[in-house]
Structure formats: structure tokens, C-alpha cells
């Protein structure tokens, strides 16, 4: 569902600002205690992980599991890799959990898990034979993409349980592409990159910080949007030739089987696969 379609069934409205203020506002889009974060975390863990085997041909061999910042340390949620004999896991904040929304927390999950960073450099991790480049370079994009990729697969998967999470990411998508060169090419302010922020799901103090990060870190933010938008571009491309022939679950060990690559080395893949499966008749 649409946005505009969601705020009239949740508030009787379907103007995006009154739809992003009431959400704000709605005590039922937020956490009640620290417990009840872990036992949601766990769950959609969980769901997403039993849903990828019907999306993807290949699961990572090793687990991920949930490691709530410690006291001492910041973050709102991010994935660290295996390393050595320490498993994968995905870092979550158990503080305030009043000002914790649901919605964001799905979204989060499904972002820096399953079906994202973990399936996607879990796997990179189980290929053998890559070349030694991939141990010493990393290609932000193309992990940022993927992860941002999942989260609209994780709408097709039904994985999202809350509607505020569906307003949410209908709501921010692609916004990056936009704060990042307003700042860097059309000299934006500052007060006007947060308002921009702010009209689309980002509290005053998430839109500071990413203005923050997008003036130490130009482009970075447009990588999610451009790889994302890239992959769904070439799915689409993928499904229009091969039709019938085309599965999912296919096309995503195409995306997934080099580990990170550049965007053009993988548009190579993707339209080199299209063309030695698509039917001999439509040459």
C-alpha cells in the first residue's frame, strides 16, 4: 500500500506531514521496555531467516545472532561480520525504549540481517576462490544496496508487521540521493537538509546526524539508493526477457555469487545471464 493510503486507514488523513506528526505521536509505535525490544528482535529474526529459504537458493553457513549495545557504547543498530571464532552479529540499543519505534526497528532488522547484510555477506564469506582484492577492498554500494534492496524485498516477503514500518520506508527511499547533492552541489543549507529530513520520517535528532554524516561523507548515502534502485532495475530487465523462465531465487545467487563488485561488473553478470537463458526464439 501507498503511503497516502496507509495514513487515511491509520489517521483519516492522506497529506504526508499530518500523516508523519501522528505517527510521531502514536503511543502504539513505540516500545515499553528493554524485554520487550529483545523478544521482537528475536522473533523477526527468526520469521525473516525460515522466510529466506524460499527467496534464496543459498543461506549463509554460519548464524547471526542479537548483541545489545553495552552500556558504554552508542548506536542505534549495525551488523558486525564473523570474524576468526566470533559469530555474526546484529547490534541493537536497548536504551529508552519508550523512543524506540516499532516500524524503524523492522525495518532495521530486515536491513542489517535477514534478508541483508548478513545473508549477503554471510555468503560472500562461503565462497571460495574469490580473487585476493576482495580481502583488502570493500564496495560500500554494493553492500548498502543489497541491504537496501532487502528492505523492499522484505515487504514482498511479508515480513513487516506493523503498518507504521511500511509508512516509514514508503516514506525515506531514495531521499538520500537527494540531501546528499542538495548539501554538496546546490548548497543547502543546513537548516533546509534537516527540514527535508524531518518530512519524511527523521526526528529533528536522526536528521541532525545524518546531516552530520553526510557533510564528513560525501556520497555515501546516495550508494544505498543508487545500487538498490540498480538492482531492482536489473531484476525487472531479467523478468521482462526471460518471462516464465525467470526465478527469484536465481537471479539472487546472480547478485550474490561474485561478493561485493562494482555496478558495472555486476551489470556484466546480470545481462550476461539474461542473455544466455532467455529463449532462442526472441533473438
Known amino acids: 500500500m501507498k503511503v497516502a493510503e496507509l495514513g487515511l486507514e491509520l489517521y483519516e488523513t492522506n497529506k504526508l506531514p499530518e500523516i508523519m506528526r501522528r505517527l510521531k505521536d502514536d503511543p502504539s509505535d513505540y516500545f515499553k521496555t528493554a524485554n520487550e525490544i529483545m523478544a521482537t528482535n528475536n522473533q523477526l529474526l527468526s520469521k525473516a531467516k525460515e522466510a529466506s529459504q524460499l527467496w534464496f537458493s543459498t543461506l549463509p553457513s554460519s548464524d547471526v545472532s542479537i548483541k545489545p549495545y553495552a552500556p558504554h557504547?552508542?548506536?542505534?543498530?549495525?551488523?558486525?561480520?564473523?570474524?576468526?571464532?566470533?559469530?555474526?552479529?546484529?547490534?541493537?540499543?536497548?536504551?529508552?525504549?519508550?523512543?524506540?519505534?516499532?516500524?524503524?526497528?523492522?525495518?532495521?532488522?530486515?536491513?542489517?540481517?535477514?534478508?541483508?547484510?548478513?545473508?549477503?555477506?554471510?555468503?560472500?564469506?562461503?565462497?571460495?576462490?574469490?580473487?585476493?582484492?576482495?580481502?583488502?577492498?570493500?564496495?560500500?554500494?554494493?553492500?548498502?544496496?543489497?541491504?537496501?534492496?532487502?528492505?523492499?524485498?522484505?515487504?514482498e516477503m511479508n515480513l513487516y508487521e506493523s503498518k507504521s514500518a511500511l509508512i516509514r520506508r514508503g516514506a525515506w527511499p531514495a531521499r538520500g540521493l537527494v540531501v546528499d547533492p542538495g548539501l554538496h552541489l546546490k548548497a543547502w543549507t543546513k537548516e533546509q537538509a534537516i527540514a527535508y529530513m524531518m518530512k519524511a520520517t527523521r526526528s529533528e535528532d536522526t536528521a541532525l546526524n545524518t546531516y552530520r554524516r553526510v557533510i564528513i561523507w560525501p556520497a555515501q548515502l546516495t550508494s544505498y539508493d543508487v545500487e538498490?534502485?540498480?538492482?531492482?532495475?536489473?531484476?525487472?530487465?531479467?523478468?521482462?526477457?526471460?518471462?516464465?523462465?525467470?526465478?527469484?531465487?536465481?537471479?539472487?545467487?546472480?547478485?550474490?555469487?561474485?561478493?561485493?563488485?562494482?555496478?558495472?561488473a555486476l551489470r556484466t553478470t546480470i545481462n550476461r545471464w539474461i542473455e544466455n537463458n532467455r529463449d532462442i526464439n526472441d533473438l
Open 73 to 155: 557504547e552508542g548506536g542505534r543498530g549495525s551488523y558486525e561480520g564473523a570474524t576468526g571464532d566470533n559469530p555474526a552479529y546484529f547490534r541493537i540499543s536497548l536504551n529508552n525504549p519508550e523512543k524506540q519505534s516499532k516500524g524503524s526497528n523492522e525495518i532495521l532488522t530486515f536491513h542489517e540481517a535477514y534478508p541483508g547484510h548478513h545473508l549477503q555477506l554471510g555468503i560472500e564469506k562461503d565462497i571460495v576462490g574469490l580473487h585476493p582484492l576482495t580481502k583488502i577492498t570493500f564496495i560500500g554500494s554494493y553492500s548498502e544496496g543489497w541491504a537496501r534492496y532487502s528492505e523492499q524485498l522484505a515487504e
Open 228 to 264: 538498490g534502485e540498480e538492482i531492482k532495475a536489473l531484476r525487472q530487465a531479467a523478468k521482462e526477457v526471460l518471462g516464465d523462465k525467470f526465478d527469484i531465487r536465481v537471479f539472487h545467487s546472480k547478485i550474490l555469487e561474485n561478493g561485493s563488485v562494482p555496478l558495472s
